[in-house]
């Protein structure tokens, strides 16, 4: 039997991330093509232990990796990709939950615990000899040939073909069905680590596709490292947002670990692991939670920028929709940040400390950046920073009977108005802002106080039956509120006009970004924001066809919906065409292919579901 | 140990699974997340009524549910699960504990997948489960008035089930079967 050849662990590699952890063994491995004497090429063959970590590194960029790996007796059970995406419901392996690689017997052979690329195959076979024949490059090495030739030592027959997890292979499905596939996304020192949940044979390989853009025309190496048992590594998913912004890896917010003493069900949401719905709770207590007593969230995810400087008035006043001039220390006012052709950048809240002190709290890692271009643009004097502040939001009926317990000037708060203040010793800036169109409040406070709050909030609400909520519950809320989503109702290329945030652009202002633009939307947008109320109980969901009713034609579609339990109907919010836009309008849903299957609805306010607040 | 009385479960699914309980049972029904249930009347008998999907439903009523249902005129199936079985471990507290080493033998063998937790599981909540190798539905809820564990579990399988328990407890234990 033969082993890939390991490299010293006392060998540093200058072009790759430094190791995460313990290594005990790491391989180099060459394009599929190399053939370098005495070094692994085109694929390797190594076994790790249950408790390992496999950390397969695309060395400079754009190069597919593909995955094979055998438990059970004998290696008998392999790694199968059709049962790993059934059993995840993902189509490509991500970390998080779920996040298991399973075997032919369904049983975990690997988990993804951090990937810094994202984008991956799961459908494809390793290339095979067939693939190169077929296009004139008979006798091309492949990743199945190079397989079959590292794992024949260990007694595995060969295949034609092997059914791997092609890692970094960026292939996607169109809306006809076909399989496309581009250059890697992936960045020199992307990764992927698995923990190995069984004693396994692996096979890794550098693809030796030099004819398409699988690995951009241009094979380069794969560098696989195995780290000891017994180590932690904190689970992640990388993140791009933009050019000129780092790779950042999904993180805990302060209030995660308390999250997780009552929740495993965890997801992915704009940078942070943020709970879906809480254990032997559930959804729906969740949700009546909100509207008849109180609920707290952790909304950590929003971005916090603060705006200094003499000059922070006047970048506020030109990059936000409303006018500011009457919002005095102590306010906040909700829009948007505009780009010069009226699109919505992020939707947030202005917080004013003085004028020459606010504070954005927004959605985007890129409002920094655009804020402080927008200065340097104009010469202005003024810093914008990010601040580091996590964020719980406490909403529902009894939300301020709860809070003056704690912080009693709580109950002079008007609505948009924020105070700074102390509960229980942990300073906290209070503002009564919310994402669920009930009475509430949200509360900023220090990473390292985190903790303390959620747990001094938890048990202030204990009699008021208060419950942590999840985003499903909180996803209804704010749907039945009439609430925005950025990406569902609004992107850089949706103005407020149609987006249903015309109310929160100040025309009269002398100038901001996008003004000229918008002159000209305002009269006529393409669409306009509405909700509807449909007959019957089905959901709709993001992108169905809104139709005029009878007819053939679309005139908008849906951009969120939900089941309101609250409203006893199924909800959604739409961006129709003017013409039929006004209330009562009687339009139909096109559900399923959007054919098959018609409901009426009638069109009414965005926002279903208003209480008092 | 020993129960009561147990009745095959009725299972109700369908586009308008949640119109036709919410018919039944009133609101209070779609206050119920996934697994989680409530103990209810229907035209006069007890009735359970175990949440399984968002328009799925699974009762367990001694009454003619097919018939109650279809009078509703409404889209949705109602029937007894003819492959299915039951069977109780009766007298649980009304919190399952929230360590192994605290679990009757035959709960301390099983194990869920996340995001659902078994230990700690409530009353009137629910877990689908494999205990060692049997795949079950655990349901924690009050029959007769006592909290007690339903299981769910195919009928080919309940003589496993049975056999297994009984290598716990020493023969000691005496189940109670659906009967259909």
Not at chain 1, 42 to 51: D, L, P, Q, R
Not at chain 1, 232 to 240: E, I, S
Not at chain 1, 281 to 305: C, H, I, P, T
Not at chain 1, 381 to 401: F, I, K, M, T
Request: proline share 7%; glycine share 8%.
């Amino acid at each position: 039997m033969t082993t890939a050849l390991r490299i010293s662990t006392t060998d540093r590699f200058t072009d790759i991330p430094p190791p995460l952890g313990d290594v005990v063994a790491e391989y180099r491995i060459a394009p599929g093509d190399a053939m370098v004497k005495d070094r692994p090429w085109g694929a390797i063959a190594y076994s790790v232990t249950a408790g390992q970590f496999i950390q397969i590194i695309d060395v400079a960029g754009s190069q597919c990796s593909d995955f094979l790996a055998f438990g059970g007796e004998h290696y008998s059970d392999p790694l199968d990709a059709t049962v790993t995406r059934t059993l995840t419901g993902l189509a490509v392996p991500q970390a998080g939950l779920p996040s298991k690689l399973f075997s032919q017997s369904m049983q975990p052979l690997t988990e993804v615990v951090q990937d810094t690329c994202g984008r991956h195959d799961s459908f494809l076979l390793a290339c095979t000899a067939r693939y190169y024949e077929d296009a004139g490059y008979p006798g091309h090495p492949s990743c199945s040939d190079n397989f079959n030739r590292v794992l024949a030592p260990y007694g595995i027959a060969p295949r034609p073909g092997w059914p791997a997890l092609n890692f970094f292979y960026n292939t996607s499905v169109n809306g006809q069905g076909a399989i496309a596939f581009a250059e890697p996304l992936s960045r020199p020192g992307d990764y992927v680590l698995l923990l190995a949940h069984q004693d396994l044979l692996c096979a890794s390989s550098s693809c030796p596709d030099d004819i398409d853009p699988a690995n951009g025309w241009q094979p380069t190496p794969i560098h696989v490292r195995i780290y000891a048992a017994g180590q932690t590594f904190a689970r992640g998913m990388g993140r791009r947002v933009a050019a000129d912004l780092p790779l950042r890896l999904t993180q805990d917010s302060a209030f995660t670990p308390s999250i997780r003493q009552l929740t495993d069900d965890l997801a992915e949401y704009n940078g942070f692991w943020v709970p879906q719905t809480f254990a032997h709770q559930g959804n729906q207590a969740e949700y009546w939670a909100l509207r008849q007593r109180a609920a707290l969230m952790d909304l950590s995810v929003l971005r916090k920028f603060e705006i200094r400087g003499t000059d922070a008035f006047a970048l506020v006043q030109y990059a936000f929709s409303r006018n500011l001039e009457k919002v005095v220390p102590g306010q906040g006012a909700y829009g948007c940040l505009l780009n010069p052709h009226g699109g919505i950048v992020d939707d947030g809240i202005v917080f004013c400390f003085s004028p020459t002190r606010y504070r954005y709290v927004g959605n985007c890692d890129t409002d920094r950046n655009w804020l402080r271009q927008i200065a340097q643009q104009k010469g202005w004097s003024v810093a914008v920073e990010a601040v580091d502040l996590h964020n719980l939001a406490l909403q529902g009926p009894c939300s301020r009977e709860i809070l003056t317990a704690l912080v009693p000037d709580v109950s002079t708060l008007s609505y948009f108005q924020f105070l700074e203040s102390q509960v229980q010793g942990i300073p906290v800036l209070i503002s009564r802002t919310g994402y669920t169109g009930e009475l509430g409040y949200e509360l900023f406070v220090q990473p390292q106080n985190g903790a303390a709050l959620w747990e001094a909030l938890m048990t202030a609400g204990k009699s008021a039956r208060l419950l942590p909520l999840g985003m499903k519950a909180l996803d209804r809320a704010r749907i039945e509120a009439g609430l925005l989503a950025l990406g569902y109702e609004f992107d850089d290329l949706t103005s407020p006009y149609q987006a249903g945030l015309g109310w929160a652009v100040a025309m009269k202002k002398p100038d901001f970004v996008g003004k000229a633009a918008l002159e000209a939307i305002r009269h006529h947008p393409p669409r306009v924001a509405v909700g509807l109320v449909l007959a019957g109980p089905e959901v709709a969901t993001h992108g169905q066809p809104v139709f005029a009713a009878g007819e053939r034609w679309r005139v908008g579609q849906i951009t969120s919906a939900t089941f309101s339990p609250v409203l006893n109907a199924s909800i959604a919010m739409a961006q129709v065409v003017p013409e039929y836009a006004e209330a009562g309008t009687a339009v139909e849903v096109g559900l399923l292919d959007g054919l098959k299957r018609r409901v009426s609805a009638t069109v009414g306010p965005l926002a279903a579901f208003d209480p008092t607040k | 140990m020993n129960a009561g009385k147990l009745t095959q479960p009725w299972d109700m699914a369908g586009a308008d699974g949640l119109v036709a309980a919410r018919a039944l049972f009133g609101e209070a029904v779609d206050h119920l997340a996934t697994f989680q249930s409530m103990e209810t009347e229907l035209e006069g008998l007890p009735c359970a009524v175990l949440r399984l999907c968002n328009r799925n439903f699974r009762l367990t009523y001694l009454g003619p549910l097919d018939r109650i249902v279809a009078e509703l005129q409404l889209n949705l199936w109602v029937k007894q699960l003819a492959w299915m079985g039951t069977v109780v471990l009766p007298n649980q507290s009304s919190t399952i504990p929230l360590t192994a080493q605290d679990c009757s033998p035959i709960l301390a063998q099983a194990s869920v997948r996340a995001p659902h937790r078994l230990r700690g599981l409530p009353l009137n909540c629910a877990v689908p489960a494999q205990i060692v190798a049997l795949p079950a539905l655990i349901w924690h809820h009050p029959i007769e008035g006592q909290p007690a564990l339903e299981l769910h579990l195919a009928k080919a399988q309940i003589e496993n089930l049975w056999r297994l328990i009984q290598s716990f407890s020493d023969g000691s234990v005496s189940l109670t079967t659906a009967h259909t």
